[in-house]
């Protein structure tokens, strides 16, 4: 639970998904469909300027009853985004993302932004190290591994 999450960036493929500030919400939902996300980080040029979430879609858009094609993401996007450094350790994460209920995070070091961690990202790291964990008392009982 000490591993930053800058190792579990490293051995997350896909990289940054993001849109420009100007697009639609529309546009960008169908980012986020096509790559199967449930989030697009908003850019201005290399600045991050905010994230839009499917929660952003169901409380801005529809339930205000926007509509889509017509309305700018950087309207309805969460723009004061919270954002954690790569030292942050997987606990901290989880910390964080029970406190701020949310499941998104994007990465900043030394004002670039470095990657987006999600729950889903910690979820998987902690579920993989107690499976390795019960594997090696596995091996250990059964007389595999030495003390």
Same mark, same amino acid.
Request: neutral net charge; proline residues 3%.
């Given at each position: 639970?000490?591993?930053?999450?800058?190792?579990?960036?490293?051995?997350?493929?896909?990289?940054?998904?993001?849109?420009?500030?100007?697009?639609?919400?529309?546009?960008?939902?169908?980012?986020?469909?096509?790559?199967?996300?449930?989030? #697009?980080? +908003? %850019?201005?040029?290399? &600045? /991050?300027? =905010?994230?839009?979430?499917?929660? *952003? @879609?169901?409380?801005? !858009?529809?339930?205000?009853?926007?509509?889509?094609?017509?309305?700018?993401?950087?309207?309805?996007?969460?723009?004061?985004?919270?954002?954690?450094?790569?030292?942050?350790?997987?606990?901290?994460?989880?910390?964080?993302?029970?406190?701020?209920?949310?499941?998104? #995070?994007? +990465? %900043?070091?030394?004002? &670039? /932004?470095? =990657?987006?961690?999600?729950?889903? *990202? @910690?979820?998987?790291? !902690?579920?993989?190290?107690?499976?390795?964990?019960?594997?090696?008392?596995?091996?250990?009982?059964?007389?595999?591994?030495?003390?």
């Amino acid at each position: 639970m000490n591993t930053s999450i800058s190792t579990l960036l490293e051995h997350k493929a896909g990289g940054i998904k993001s849109v420009p500030s100007s697009v639609s919400v529309s546009e960008a939902v169908q980012e986020m469909n096509r790559h199967k996300i449930g989030c #697009m980080l +908003v %850019m201005d040029g290399e &600045k /991050l300027a =905010g994230i839009f979430t499917e929660r *952003d @879609v169901l409380t801005r !858009v529809v339930a205000a009853d926007l509509d889509p094609k017509g309305t700018p993401v950087n309207r309805v996007m969460t723009a004061n985004v919270l954002t954690v450094g790569p030292e942050k350790t997987v606990q901290e994460m989880m910390e964080l993302f029970t406190e701020k209920r949310c499941r998104h #995070m994007p +990465v %900043m070091k030394d004002g &670039k /932004l470095v =990657g987006l961690i999600s729950i889903g *990202d @910690v979820s998987r790291w !902690v579920a993989s190290a107690h499976r390795a964990e019960a594997e090696s008392l596995r091996q250990y009982i059964g007389g595999g591994l030495s003390a």
